[in-house]
């Protein structure tokens, strides 16, 4: 494998309360490769977000990183100051979120925005910027463009706004982009076409791409990889056609056949029973524990970490070759 | 079918006045505007069944819900429970307990101040089910053990819980009166997909179990093939297709249902490419004249931009009902496609 | 056990312990309140007792400067009275009419507020406009009209007999538009809520839902509202009382002491008209700073 784009090791981040300090990210460990898309799925609350936002420097207070590394190209970035942090966002690492408006600026028309970005981050004058910026709303498919370019973002319906946060995350060209649930705000019409958007270009320009969503349908027609995440870790990374028809881990296996599919009918569906853990009350050993069906002694007590499993990589006891497995009722 | 259904639309509409203020109408020289929310939506469901409305936001879908409950009003047409005025039905207190609705939003559905078993009884104390506290409470700790609670639950309050288990909360209040006609607005789709998957198969057994009629709302069209006995595509405030499930997942009729099941990602189409359908959904206020998918629909010509068409039976499958001309017509190409 | 050990366990009284000012100004109002209801038992003369009062001591320096006595620790007035107990009965007064304006305001604003809310329409329309020209005057302007029509209707005698209640229901029918206005948003808010909808569905009367679901949901808001507009009664009353159209002269408030006061101001006997400002001063700025960390604290963004 060639040298990875982003590496985090060991990630955590802790959110100090009154009643002590949660741990909602708790050793996060992924690469994500030049030029690739890695899915980040989960339940709401199992960290996922927190992860993008945490390598894109943007944790929300009192949230802090507590240990571990980010690092892109080798350099470190989880610890540098907030001002050197905002030279990497934008321009080497964009951003899209769930919610256009929290990052387009209601004052400023969308060329004006694109021009500022692409100015602040590339060497170019004005002309220049503002002739790409009306190319960029050509190449995320604004109609009339030239003129469009001149509208502010209230003007652009809910899909036509994402698609214009495309382009601003892309315009300063970043080796990689963390798209933290791009299309949920979106109807499905819409969704796919912003989908169908957002990986042609990132794979005409070589840009990775983290996509953070909760939606397995989207992962599994965009992503190249897919991490899975429970409870602040990830409990299985591997190619996202393993993940998706021969997911290792019980917890994948389990979230994977809990999706209703739409080819057919079926009885009852696989449900897993319980909920996921508050961040205040994450079992000792495995997180998933109490919920899975292949549970033993030793998830109990001892947490595992991502291990080699079959063609993927799991946090998961069961393909331990190194201990024989003693479970404990079967 | 000779039985009555227990709920039926007849040419149902529900316009909102979506004018500006009188004072700014004035300088602005505007005549009021008005949004066809729900534009004369005929259906039935029968009893003992599922009968689900699918769509995109805006396309109306939750608006029939509330009308089907008397949230609403009909603007015009008729909302019938068995073949009685709903209005008139829910006049009567033994005829409105009969009726109830589950929503969306574990976080909304619930009084944040009350406790559990306060708001499970509210209904059995507002229609006097359970005489005195004790049949009370032992009433509301049965409904929580039916949908997978404990008895002792009753006493925390709703923030104490998951968003799974407060849907099972809010299905466990809707079921206090003992009702038959449950109105389920999008009841899963705030909800984590394994969560959805314990609520779906609940109010699968509760069905069976209890004989409960649901008319379902859904954007998701996956969840909406699992639970459902016939289905109605929405689209801007009308019914384009109306089909049994079965029919409707293995032979869409309309330009838009076919667009919808295409745009959905599916897990079995990992790094499968795909034409999404075009365009967007035009705003409700003013929609496209003849049939309103016109402007997005490849199969398009100049009568589906002038005439709006009629939900008629379509050829080919007869138990489906279709609103469009191409499929009338013959030129959707469904036999070719059915012989290929 | 139960509720006081709930209280004690709760964010709220977590984030109280965690902020000084807080801390302080409910040390402050504390002691002021207490003061104020206990004065009848704790303060060292009855200044209304006309038998006590000596015009001997008509004058009396605080303790501390030379020609000060013990006896009156911060000095008596030009009848003779304890400065110190006429404070604390002034308070008494003081604090009487702002919890009372403060409850009664309340009580209509809440009433105004959920009927607009739940009612909507041209109701909505029409109290809500009332409000809006209620609140383009200011509440002193107001509280001088209701008192000058109650003075100009009713009798001498009954007017002064009653005049503590007219300067309660002159205060709080200035205080009112505010409470209406936040129940009112507060009630559009949650009447579209699912928990609402499910009430209707099964048929509960708007006037319950009010009750029951929707008034219990805006009491946070309230509170602080209430907290808030306490000090701001307590300053109107002063103001009214200053003025001279407030509370009776038998029955001094901490606004008339100042008023009284003020006569001797520039003529050295400071201490008269200083000592109840001090005193309305500490009490307004108290209940104010407890009012501003109760807002902060309940809500939810700014934790």
């Not at chain 1, 955590?12 to 949660?22: D, I, Q």
């Not at chain 3, 009447?191 to 048929?203: D, S």
């Not at chain 3, 006997?269 to 407890?290: D, H, K, Q, R, Y």
Request: with cysteine.
């Amino acid at each position: 494998m060639t040298e990875p784009l982003l590496q985090v090791r060991d990630l955590v981040v802790e959110f100090p309360t009154r009643r002590g300090t949660l741990r909602a990210l708790d050793k996060v460990s992924l690469d994500i490769a030049p030029g690739e898309v890695l899915g980040v799925v989960g339940e709401s609350g199992a960290g996922k977000s927190m992860t993008g936002a945490a390598i894109i420097g943007l944790l929300e207070p009192p949230g802090r990183i507590a240990g571990g590394s980010i690092s892109l190209r080798g350099q470190r970035i989880d610890n540098l100051p907030a001002r050197e942090m905002r030279k990497i966002r934008g321009k080497r690492i964009g951003a899209i979120f769930q919610d256009p408006l929290t990052t387009l600026n209601p004052l400023y028309t969308v060329g004006r925005q694109l021009a500022e970005t692409m100015q602040t981050h590339l060497a170019i004058d004005a002309a220049e910027a503002r002739r790409r910026a009306v190319g960029w709303l050509e190449a995320v498919g604004i109609p009339a463009a030239a003129e469009r370019v001149d509208a502010y973002p209230h003007q652009f319906s809910g899909g036509m706004r994402q698609r214009v946060v495309i382009a601003l995350a892309l315009c300063a060209e970043p080796e990689m982009v963390v798209a933290d649930e791009p299309t949920t705000a979106l109807d499905v019409s819409i969704q796919a076409q912003v989908i169908a958007l957002l990986k042609r270009l990132t794979r005409e320009k070589g840009t990775s791409v983290m996509l953070i969503t909760h939606d397995m349908g989207v992962i599994a027609e965009t992503a190249d990889r897919v991490a899975v995440m429970y409870a602040g870790r990830v409990a299985e990374i591997g190619p996202v056609r393993s993940v998706v028809k021969a997911a290792a881990h019980p917890y994948s296996a389990g979230l994977m056949a809990s999706i209703p599919p739409l080819s057919h009918k079926v009885d009852v569906l696989a449900q897993i029973d319980g909920a996921m853990p508050r961040l205040n009350a994450i079992p000792q050993g495995c997180a998933y524990n109490p919920r899975c069906p292949h549970v033993f002694d030793r998830c109990r007590v001892e947490r595992p970490e991502l291990i080699p499993a079959t063609e993927t990589r799991a946090a998961c006891w069961l393909f331990d070759s190194t201990a024989p497995r003693e479970r404990a009722h079967v | 079918m000779s039985e009555t259904p227990i709920f039926e639309a007849r040419d149902l509409s529900r316009h909102f006045d979506v004018s500006k203020p009188a004072l700014q109408r004035l300088i602005a020289r505007e005549g009021r505007r008005t949004l066809k929310a729900v534009d004369g939506v005929s259906f039935a469901v029968p009893r003992g069944t599922t009968m689900s409305l699918v769509g995109e936001s805006g396309c109306g879908k939750s608006t029939v819900a509330r009308l089907a409950v008397g949230l609403y009003e009909p603007s015009d047409g008729q909302a019938l429970f068995e073949g009685q005025d709903l209005a008139a039905a829910r006049k009567s207190v033994g005829q409105r307990r009969r009726m109830q609705m589950i929503f969306q939003d574990p976080y909304a559905s619930l009084n944040p101040r009350w406790r559990v078993a306060d708001i499970v009884g509210e209904p059995i104390r507002a229609f006097g089910i359970a005489n005195g506290g004790a049949a009370l409470k032992e009433k509301v700790g049965a409904l929580l053990r039916q949908v997978g609670l404990s008895p002792a639950d009753g006493n925390r309050f709703p923030h104490e819980f998951s968003g799974g288990q407060r849907q099972r909360i809010s299905i466990a209040r809707a079921l206090s009166s003992n009702p038959e006609f449950l109105v389920c607005d999008e009841p899963t789709s705030a909800l984590d997909v394994s969560v959805q998957a314990q609520i779906l198969n609940l109010m699968k057994r509760l069905q069976r179990e209890l004989g409960l009629t649901y008319l379902f709302i859904s954007h998701n069209l996956a969840v909406v093939r699992q639970v459902s006995d016939r289905v109605g595509v929405m689209y801007l405030g009308r019914i384009v297709e109306d089909a049994p499930a079965e029919t409707l997942f293995t032979a869409p009729r309309h330009p838009y249902t076919r667009a919808l099941m295409e745009a959905i990602p599916d897990l079995d189409m990992a790094g499968r490419e795909r034409q999404p359908v075009g365009g967007e959904v035009p705003s409700p206020i003013s929609p496209p004249s003849g049939c309103t998918f016109n402007p997005r629909c490849p199969l398009a010509n100049d009568r589906c931009r002038a005439e709006r068409p009629a939900l008629i039976a379509a050829r080919g499958t007869p138990e489906t009902r279709v609103a469009c001309h191409a499929v009338e017509e013959g030129r959707d190409g469904f036999g070719d496609r059915a012989t290929a | 056990m139960g509720a006081v050990s709930r209280f004690l366990e709760s964010d709220l009284f977590w984030s109280f312990r965690r902020t000084p000012t807080a801390v302080l100004s409910a040390i402050v109002a504390f002691v002021i309140v207490v003061g104020a209801v206990f004065a009848p038992w704790l303060a060292p003369y009855n200044p209304f007792d006309l038998a006590s009062l000596d015009l001997m001591d008509a004058f009396n320096p605080p303790a501390f400067m030379p020609e000060g006595t013990a006896a009156h620790l911060i000095g008596t007035d030009d009848q003779g009275r304890d400065v110190l107990s006429a404070i604390m009965y002034g308070a008494r007064v003081s604090l009487l009419v702002g919890v009372s304006a403060t409850a009664f305001a309340l009580i209509l604003g809440v009433l105004v507020g959920l009927l607009a809310g739940y009612a909507g329409g041209a109701v909505d329309a029409v109290l809500m406009r009332i409000a809006d020209v209620q609140l383009t005057f200011p509440n002193i302007l107001i509280a001088l009209l209701v008192d000058g029509v109650a003075r100009a209707v009713l009798p001498r005698e009954v007017h002064d007999e009653i005049a503590i209640y007219v300067v309660i229901v002159a205060i709080g029918i200035s205080d009112w538009p505010r409470f209406a206005r936040t129940v009112r948003g507060s009630a559009l808010v949650e009447r579209n809520k699912e928990y609402v909808l499910a009430a209707r569905v099964i048929g509960i009367s708007p006037a319950r839902i009010m009750l029951t679901h929707v008034l219990p949901n805006v009491l946070g808001p309230l509170l602080v509202l209430a907290t808030l507009n306490l000090g701001l009664a307590i300053v109107s009353e002063a103001t009214l009382s200053f003025l001279g159209v407030g509370v009776p002269p038998t029955q001094p408030s901490l606004g008339t002491l100042i008023r009284i006061g003020n006569d001797f101001l520039f003529s050295g006997e400071w201490w008269i008209t200083v000592f109840p400002g001090v005193a309305l001063v500490a009490m307004v700025l108290s209940v104010n700073l407890l009012g501003d960390w109760l807002r902060d604290a309940l809500n939810p963004r700014l934790r």
